[in-house]
Every structure is written in C-alpha cells, then in structure tokens.
C-alpha cells in the first residue's frame, strides 16, 4: 500500500511538531517576562523568529513541488513537513505574541497566517478523500475514456434519431448541446447532463407507440419547457410509426441510458477534481498577503525596536 504524506516515515515531522511545539509551550510556561508576555520579550523574539522563518520556509514549498528535478528531499516528505510544521505555527505564533491582539498589523499577520493554515486543513481533507471517490467512480476508465465514448454515444444518438422523425433528432441534439462538463471553475462544481429529459421523452413516446389503445393513453408529462415537442413526438410515434422505427427508439433508449450513465460518472469526476483544488484559490493569495504582512511587521519591528 502507498504510503501517505501524513505517515511519512513513520510520521517524522510529526513528532518533530510535537516536540517543536512542548518545547516552545514550556518555555512560555517557565519565562517570566516583566509585565505580561508579549512579542517583545526575550521569548517573544525568540519565537517570532522560529515563526517568521517556518513561514518563509513553508511558502517554498510552493516552488519546490515544481522543481522535479530537485534532490532536496523527496516531495511527499516536503508535504508532510508542510502540513505537521505549519499546524505547529498556530501555538507558536499564539505564545509569541503572547496572546496579545489589537487593531494592528501584527494582528492582521495572526489572523493571514489563520486563514492560510484554515485553508491547508481543508487542503488535506480534499486530498485524503476525493482521489479515492475519484478512482472509485471512475470505475477503472479514465476521464478521457468516457468522454470518448459519450461522443461515439451522441453521434451513433444523433443517427438513429434521424432515421425516426427529425422532431426525434431535434429533441437529441438538444439535449447534447445542453450538458456542459467543462469550462471554469464554478461550471465544473455545477457540471451536468441533459440526457434525463430526452430519456424522459423518448421512453413516454415509446409507451404511448405501444400503447394499443392511443386515443386514450395520453401523452406522458416530461419535465422542463419541450411539452410541445412531446405531444408531437407521441402523436407521431402513436399514430405512424414503423415497426422499424419503433426498434429503433428502443435501441436509442438503451444509448440515452448508457450516456446518462457515463455522463453522470463524468460530471461527479471533474466535481471531484474541482473541489480537490478550489481551496488553492484561498490558500495561495492569503499566503502571498500573509507574506507581505509579515515581511511589514518585521520591518516595523526593527525599525522601532
């Protein structure tokens, strides 16, 4: 079994953290600074220090991922140092300052940094959870593969319904211009497949064709606006169809059946891939302020020390 980042050998920089983080809860805890601890005190510098340097060197993991050339390391073992060393910064930072907060910059480099590690856990649950849905759903395809297929599915779709009536092949095309399983971001959260209304349909023209009692079985209720389209395709699979064209429906109900399937699986897989990676969209821009908040504090710091 693959060894995950968090358990990398044998959780190192875990315990790392946790040492890191009893040793500075210890010192906070024996320091008597004069007057209430602050980020002034001997203790405060200290660990402002140990702070400041695990965030510039936490923010280089984003340019060593794209270094696979590098030997400094291996990456999963930069990740876990990522993840147990930048879960530490929040005790850290907490006893640097002494739990002292104002309407300052100093706060606003807390409350950055807050929002950077907030972002990273939801990081790591994207990360442990979704490759395994996205595995199990794809069901030992790939994405590629099945968006293959359910283009050879639209257009073997498309030239069965023209065969039946071109009100049928309206009613396909439709609903292929109307699944959408691309585009930005937001339109991957919201991906979707049109099939469900033209399976609707051509499965309520198909009973009603063989329906031996037309006058009085009525056409089916589709959902959404191709009422109209409906009752034409009804009336006309109910009053001429071909035996011929009858099979034909049957077999374009077994195609509409295995796109909305496929479909389906697609429009979960590029959701999950989405939801795997829109956190990045917080995380990278609240590390890039937090950067420039804290390389201001500590300037401010010097400069009235």
């Not at 660990?47 to 060593?64: A, E, P, S, V």
């Not at 049109?194 to 009692?213: G, I």
């Not at 077999?251 to 479909?263: H, M, Q």
Request: aromatic residues 12%; positive net charge; charged residues 15%.
């Amino acid at each position: 079994m693959q060894q995950s980042f968090l358990s990398h050998l044998r959780f190192r920089y875990l315990w790392f953290s946790i040492v890191l983080t009893l040793a500075s809860i210890t010192a906070y805890v024996l320091h008597r600074p004069v007057g209430e601890p602050n980020g002034g005190t001997w203790l405060g510098y200290t660990l402002g220090t140990i702070g400041g340097l695990l965030i510039y060197w936490l923010t280089w993991f984003g340019i060593r991922k794209r270094r696979y050339s590098s030997n400094v390391g291996s990456l999963r073992g930069w990740l876990s140092a990522h993840v147990y060393l930048g879960t530490s910064l929040i005790v850290i930072a907490l006893l640097h300052c002494g739990f002292q907060f104002g309407w300052n910059l100093h706060t606003l480099a807390i409350v950055l940094m807050f929002g950077v590690i907030a972002s990273g856990f939801f990081g790591v649950y994207t990360y442990l959870r979704y490759p395994t849905l996205m595995t199990r759903n794809r069901d030992s395809s790939t994405r590629g593969a099945m968006l293959e297929e359910i283009a050879e599915l639209d257009q073997n779709m498309l030239a069965l319904a023209d065969g039946i009536d071109p009100k049928i092949h309206a009613m396909i095309l439709r609903s292929i211009e109307k699944t959408r399983l691309g585009g930005g971001p937001w339109h991957l959260l919201n991906a979707r497949d049109a099939s469900d209304p033209a399976l609707t349909m051509v499965r309520a023209a198909l009973a009603a064709r063989e329906n031996t009692n037309a006058a009085t079985a009525g056409p089916a209720k589709a959902p959404g606006g191709d009422m109209p389209t409906m009752f034409a395709v009804v009336d006309f699979l109910a009053g001429t169809a071909t035996d011929r064209q009858a099979e034909a429906l049957r077999k374009l109900i077994d195609l509409l059946s295995r796109k909305k399937s496929l479909a389906t699986r697609v429009a979960r897989d590029v959701q999950f891939q989405s939801l795997k990676e829109i956190w990045l969209y917080f995380h990278v821009p609240l590390t890039f302020a937090l950067l420039a908040a804290l390389t201001a504090h500590i300037i401010s710091v010097f400069f009235y020390w």
